[in-house]
T-cell receptor, first 113, second 113 residues
């Protein structure tokens, strides 16, 4: 079982719609969760992080965490063509000690004008 | 402005040659990381370092070596023992600890022929 699983996509949504990106993880002890956006040929950039169960909102982005279900998601409201990118879910599987973040393979999002 | 600088952006080498990728950060971060990204495989951890003069192997350390003589610098050497060195290499840093996000450099695209 992969430590962090994402559907590689592509996920296609029309401009203005809500894009929903999902991620599951295997280590129940995971403490921190991150979403990175990566444009083609570029490096990842952090867009959201979440540590507690529930929702966290930042502008058009909402991260949702459910530790009981080992599930984290990212919602993008009012999707724009500029949101077209690969979204990487990252999980820190340990508490304390050395940090060793594990990444999913990423979901490619295409926003259709 | 603070950030992470990777150089060069593109690097071409002949098979059998060692090559060193540079990574410098002025964010005063304690932790630094090297990832490799291949199409369809996401980011894989090569080496990481939490403090100067200490580093740990990641998931795919074979054929790579690193040093951490200064807090700001974490160079990666790709040796001739690495079977498939052609890839996109990403250096990252973080404050350290389980909850701190990664900040990425712009990456080095290495092609070995």
């Amino acid at each position: 079982q992969k430590e962090v699983e994402q559907n590689s996509g592509p996920l296609s949504v029309p401009e203005g719609a809500i894009a929903s990106l999902n991620c599951t993880y295997s280590d129940r002890g995971s403490q921190s969760f991150f979403w990175y956006r990566q444009y083609s040929g570029k490096s990842p950039e952090l867009i959201m992080f979440i540590y507690s169960n529930g929702d966290k909102e930042d502008g058009r982005f909402t991260a949702q965490l459910n530790k009981a279900s080992q599930y984290v998601s990212l919602l993008i409201r009012d999707s724009q063509p500029s949101d077209s990118a690969t979204y990487l879910c990252a999980v820190n599987p340990r508490s304390g000690g050395y940090q060793k973040v594990t990444f999913g393979i990423g979901t490619k999002l295409q926003v259709i004008p | 402005d603070g950030g992470i600088t990777q150089s060069p952006k593109y690097l071409f080498r002949k098979e059998g040659q060692n090559v060193t990728l540079s990574c410098e950060q002025n964010l005063n971060h304690d932790a630094m990381y090297w990832y490799r990204q291949d199409p369809g495989q996401g980011l894989r951890l090569i080496y990481y370092s939490q403090i100067v003069n200490d580093f740990q192997k990641g998931d795919i350390a074979e054929g790579y070596s690193v040093s951490r003589e200064k807090k700001e610098s974490f160079p990666l050497t790709v040796t001739s023992a690495q079977k498939n060195p052609t890839a996109f290499y990403l250096c990252a840093s973080s404050i350290g600890g389980t909850d701190s996000p990664l900040h990425f450099g712009n990456g080095t695209r290495l092609t070995v022929t």
